[in-house]
């Protein structure tokens, strides 16, 4: 009954989950890029059910410098690595800097729920290779999501990006399971660079 979307982007994902999926209920997105999220605001505030946060979810409570790329879904935290990844290069050159709040999730949700009494959330990250981080930021309320996505890389398209192995060991610790694989993208000879991975809670 609640979908939290993280590194909304100009809200891509809330329009798949509306006209591609049928989903009626509330989408709560985070994106914390200044320009980006005016247009992720404009989109939503045409939808009741749709609220909006200029804020990056993260690990600590603060503030911290992202990388603002060519092509806005490049955007990160973390910095492009050209060395194993060479497709995009262009798209996600690096324009500037810009300083932007990020929340724990645990310190936002008791107030979120409050707000808008959801009981059977779910979690999707799309966050350029800082999906770790908003796990670790939401450990204290993830046993109350049903279910997460999270865009996992097979090939590093960032430095110090975390990959397969460790994310799905971590998802798998915090007591989630794998349903479903979907590549986003591919190199060459069809390799996967990055799959939406959708866990649901094991019990």
Not at 70 to 95: A, I, M, R, W
Not at 169 to 197: C, H, K
Request: with cysteine.
């Amino acid at each position: 009954d609640c979908v939290f979307d993280v590194g909304a982007n100009v809200g891509g994902y809330g329009q798949f989950l509306r006209a591609g999926v049928g989903y009626r209920g509330l989408i709560i997105s985070f994106e914390p890029v200044t320009a980006v999220y005016q247009s992720l605001h404009e989109r939503a505030a045409r939808d009741r059910s749709w609220v909006t946060h200029p804020m990056a979810l993260g690990a600590e409570n603060g503030t911290l410098p992202i990388h603002i790329t060519k092509v806005s879904t490049f955007s990160s935290f973390l910095t492009p690595n050209h060395d194993v990844v060479s497709c995009f290069e262009g798209q996600n050159e690096v324009q500037r800097d810009e300083a932007v709040p990020v929340r724990r999730l645990d310190s936002l949700y008791p107030q979120l729920q409050a707000q808008h009494g959801f009981r059977r959330p779910f979690l999707k990250m799309d966050t350029q290779g800082f999906d770790r981080e908003v796990l670790t930021g939401a450990q204290g309320v993830l046993p109350q999501f049903i279910g997460l996505q999270s865009e996992i890389c097979f090939l590093p398209l960032y430095r110090k990006m975390p990959g397969i192995a460790e994310m799905l060991t971590l998802v798998s610790g915090l007591g989630f399971e794998v349903v479903g694989m979907y590549p986003v993208n591919r190199a060459r000879q069809e390799q996967w660079i990055e799959a939406d991975t959708v866990f649901v809670r094991r019990e």
